[in-house]
């Protein structure tokens, strides 16, 4: 069974502060690993993608990827009240992309 | 290209009521794949399709569930006979297959259908 793991939250970290996200994976077969936001009621929209070993940065949001202990993180600095959303972390296991269940994010004022 | 378009947005349905949803993926896109999501939880994969041939379809989907994209341009998903554990949002998301490996399945998705079995 191919799975994403991710904890659920709530993670509340202050405006202006980095928060971090976590995620794992079960299969090492994995090239590409995804980070959607998805506010409430809405769908899925593409933060980031990674696929090489290290880190890839995209304005306050930079994606981390570590295969040998199949994890894949995402740091967002400078947070914002509209980054308050849950963040979903997927993983491209031969064209079929399984998602983790997602981490809610809360940005304190 | 305006990206994703499901139709229609939402749907309430009774119990044992057949329904169809409607998705129109991003216009160079070659593969469109359909998700259900439920409440606290990630998008759970049903199935996909590469041009007009649906490549995979997931063990969990029961027979009621049935999927098309004739014309490799749209889609649509249908549901038999519903039944009130079938409400869901219903997710449609389109990528380009054989582009550059750093473009591989990205995939974007449409506003999904939230269905209401009563």
């Known amino acids: 069974q191919k799975e994403v793991e991710q904890n659920s939250g709530p993670l509340s970290v202050p405006e202006g502060a980095i928060a971090s996200l976590n995620c794992t994976y079960s299969?090492?077969?994995?090239?590409?690993f995804f980070w959607y936001r998805q506010y409430s009621g809405k769908s899925p929209e593409l933060i980031m993608f990674i696929y090489s070993n290290g880190d890839k940065e995209d304005g306050r949001f930079t994606a981390q990827l570590n295969k040998a202990s199949q994890y894949v993180s995402l740091l967002i600095r400078d947070s914002q009240p509209s980054d308050s959303a849950t963040y979903l972390c997927?993983?491209?296991?031969?064209?079929?992309?399984?998602f983790g269940k997602g981490t809610r994010l809360h940005i304190l004022p | 290209d305006t990206g994703v378009s499901q139709d229609p947005r939402h749907k309430i349905t009774k119990r044992g009521q057949n329904v169809t949803f409607r998705c129109d993926p991003i216009?160079?896109?070659?593969?469109l794949y359909w998700y259900r999501q439920t409440l606290g939880q990630g998008p759970e994969f049903l199935t996909y399709?590469?041009?007009?041939?649906?490549?995979?379809k997931s063990r969990l989907l029961s027979d009621r569930f049935s999927a098309e994209r004739p014309k490799g341009s749209f889609s649509t998903l249908e549901i038999q006979r519903t039944e009130q554990g079938d409400s869901a949002m219903y997710l449609c998301?389109?990528?380009?297959?054989?582009?550059?490996?750093?473009?591989?399945?990205?995939?974007?998705f449409g506003a999904g259908t939230r269905l209401s079995v009563l």
């Open positions: 216009s160079e896109h070659n593969r």
């Open positions: 997927a993983a491209d296991y031969n064209d079929k992309i399984i």
């Open positions: 998301a389109s990528s380009l297959a054989g582009g550059t490996f750093t473009a591989k399945n990205i995939q974007y």
């Open positions: 299969d090492r077969g994995s090239q590409s």
């Open positions: 399709f590469q041009n007009e041939a649906q490549l995979e």
